[in-house]
């Protein structure tokens, strides 16, 4: 990189470096339940609360292909999951996904040689370089007005710069 430069432009150019990472991952799953106990009394979702599940919807465990918008405005309405009085209903534990993750972090660090075994490091690092919106699972509490919905996302773009005295 610095071939062709003499003095302070092959010192400018020399010492850099760039690193990245590419996050990409499905959805983590979920389950859709009630907030009415189950008549056993059990603790079938394993959170220390007796929450009954609801049957399987007509369209099964495959609600089709989804995006972020469905996810936003509700991927799945209460009406959907029909449901028996006080028995464990037929709807398997996390039968859903909710939206993929996607992210690229970034980092350009610059080495400066101050001495013999001595050097500063400028870093400027980006997590979610692109600013995606990467929403959280979504609502399965039937009872909740936000059912079927993505109501909280990950954390946005982030940069931070950083020196370091090495030695």
């Known amino acids: 990189m610095a071939e062709g430069l003499d003095g302070a432009d092959a010192r400018a150019a020399r010492g850099w470096q760039i690193n990245g990472i590419l996050s990409l991952q499905s959805g983590f799953p979920f389950t859709v339940f009630t907030n009415r106990p189950y008549a056993s009394g059990g603790d079938y979702n394993g959170d220390g609360v007796n929450n009954d599940r609801p049957n399987l919807p007509s369209f099964g465990t495959d609600p089709g292909d989804l995006d972020n918008d469905d996810y936003i405005n509700g991927v799945f ?91």
């Open 77 to 167: 309405q209460a009406s959907d999951f029909p449901q028996t009085g006080f028995v464990l209903g037929d709807l398997p534990r996390n039968a859903y996904r909710g939206p993929g993750y996607a992210s690229v972090d970034l980092s350009l660090v610059k080495n400066f040689q101050v001495t013999t075994g001595t050097r500063f490091q400028f870093r400027a690092e980006m997590f979610n370089l692109f600013n995606r919106v990467n929403l959280q699972r979504p609502v399965g509490n039937l009872a909740s007005s936000q059912f079927g919905k993505s109501t909280q996302s990950f954390a946005a773009r982030e940069i931070q710069f950083g020196f370091k005295f090495i030695f």
